[in-house]
């Protein structure tokens, strides 16, 4: 493989993965200001906002990865030469987004059966249930501009991503101040009204992001909103076989992480908040390689389209290696200043020094989560979504889980027994996905030959 190839596959890739990371920290930053404006208020505002947002937050991944999939399928019309394809495909989406919507909502408003059967605090129950009714007014704008997005990316535009994310950022700040503390005359509505300020930031992201693709020369041609298609039952259907795989694939992961944190809830309070920290930073440093694994899909999908097998080994490559550079990084400084970074969240010592033994924990599994997150893009990209689908429910809940709960109670290793068994299930699902992916381009030619993109 020549090097000067190799080095533009790097830079192509890193020009679409830049927006696509800085616009998921915005969404990341969304959710910090809501935690921070609502802690300002009282605690229970705080645990009313934290319960409601991990509740939102399985229903949005699954429906995100539902609507994912229209980027790689995008990118391989792209790569065909086959543009007249772009809009028949989103408009199509709009409805499986649509169909994502009516479900999102219909769970978000009727959660407190749930809540009260989980043995959720009395106390934060009702301001729960508001913030999640309040969320269910913006859900349809939400998944329609997941869908916008998504094309966009689809066509290497990734830009747009990072500056509506931008404009949620702008438009959180004063939407939660005026309704969380009630100012300019507005009533105070605490949770409920953190959850009108984020279904405000759908609103205006979707709006803004329709007028940017119905004026920018870019997107003109492709006529997007020329006409409403009625749905199309056999197109709908290719989307779904790709794409809710793709979302059973990251509600497992979403569900490990959700399960090991309760259960880790049993553990105490110290326990408790030394996992949080470590949790929330290696999510945060997550955001690069799951930009990064994206990017992937897109340049993967275009060399689909162009039916050109060294390209997708290309694009494969340099995807991995610039998600394991940016893992080594953050391993690098979880190992080297984890009180440090622990200091960031709080001064507690008896919480740093958990978060220290996490922390290094946590370093070990970065190249494996960059491996895994990178394996399943590149997949994606090949429309292979179904076997990964289930390699990641094998991998999370019969390695990682399992393993982590033996080491955790019977071995009384506590959290770090539970992070050791979300190592062994991360390390699963890379080591599955790459021979996946492994087999996959072994017989990239004779599957490019017969292979249909979807729509």
């Given at each position: ?22 616009g ?10 809501d ?19 991990s ?7 699954f ?9 790689p ?7 065909a030469g086959?543009?007249?394809r ?9 409805w499986v ?6 479900l ?12 009260e ?10 301001g ?12 349809p ?5 997941m ?11 990734t ?22 503390y ?16 984020t279904a405000?930031v ?12 119905a004026?920018h020369?870019?997107?003109r041609?492709l ?7 009625p749905?199309?039952?056999e197109?709908i ?13 990251w509600?497992?992961?979403?569900s490990?992480?959700t399960?090991?944190?309760?259960l ?26 799951l ?5 992937t ?11 050109d ?7 494969a ?13 953050s ?10 970074i ?10 740093i ?6 922390l ?8 494996s ?9 590149i ?25 982590g709960a033996?080491?955790?109670f019977?071995f ?20 599955l ?6 087999a996959?381009?072994?017989?990239l030619?004779?599957?490019l ?7």
């Amino acid at each position: 493989m020549p090097k000067g190839n190799f080095s533009r596959e790097i830079a192509a890739t890193a020009r679409l993965a830049g927006p696509l990371v800085g616009g998921q920290l915005t969404m990341v930053g969304m959710n910090t200001i809501d935690t921070v404006m609502a802690g300002r208020l009282d605690a229970t505002a705080l645990g009313s906002v934290a319960v409601g947002s991990s509740v939102w937050a399985s229903i949005m991944l699954f429906s995100t990865g539902v609507l994912m999939i229209l980027a790689p399928s995008i990118a391989q019309a792209e790569g065909a030469g086959e543009r007249r394809r772009v809009a028949p495909l989103t408009r199509q989406t709009f409805w499986v987004g649509l169909g994502l919507a009516v479900l999102g909502v219909l769970l978000t408003a009727n959660m407190r059966p749930v809540l009260e059967l989980l043995r959720v605090d009395p106390a934060i129950v009702p301001g729960t249930v508001g913030y999640l009714q309040a969320l269910c007014w913006g859900v349809p704008a939400w998944a329609a501009y997941m869908v916008l997005r998504n094309m966009s990316e689809g066509l290497g535009a990734t830009r747009p991503t990072l500056y509506f994310g931008l404009l949620g950022l702008a438009v959180n700040v004063p939407a939660d101040w005026l309704l969380m503390y009630g100012k300019l005359g507005l009533p105070a509505l605490g949770a409920r009204g953190c959850g009108y300020a984020t279904a405000a930031v759908w609103c205006f992201q979707l709006l803004g992001m329709a007028i940017y693709i119905a004026r920018h020369p870019r997107y003109r041609h492709l006529e997007l909103f020329a006409r409403l298609e009625p749905p199309d039952r056999e197109a709908i259907g290719r989307i779904l076989k790709l794409g809710l795989p793709v979302g059973v694939m990251w509600l497992m992961e979403v569900s490990m992480f959700t399960i090991v944190a309760l259960l880790i809830g049993s553990m105490g309070t110290i326990m408790v908040a030394g996992h949080q920290v470590t949790l929330n930073f290696a999510a945060l440093t997550f955001m690069v390689p799951l930009g990064l694994s994206m990017a992937t899909s897109v340049r993967v999908g275009n060399a689909v389209g162009r039916r050109d097998p060294p390209g997708v080994r290309l694009a494969a490559r340099a995807g991995v290696t610039l998600a394991l550079c940016s893992q080594t990084v953050s391993a690098s400084l979880m190992l080297l200043v984890p009180a440090w970074i622990a200091g960031i969240y709080t001064d507690d010592p008896a919480v740093i020094a958990i978060a220290v033994q996490l922390l290094f924990l946590a370093a070990i599994f970065q190249l494996s989560d960059g491996i895994q997150v990178s394996s399943a893009g590149i997949l994606r990209g090949l429309n292979d979504t179904r076997v990964p689908m289930l390699i990641t429910v094998v991998a999370y809940w019969r390695v990682g889980l399992p393993l982590g709960a033996i080491l955790g109670f019977r071995f009384d290793l506590g959290a770090r027994g539970m992070w050791i068994g979300m190592i062994a299930g991360l390390t699963a699902a890379a080591v599955l996905l790459a021979l996946r992916y492994r087999a996959m381009s072994a017989r990239l030619p004779a599957e490019l030959a017969r292979q249909h993109s979807p729509a």
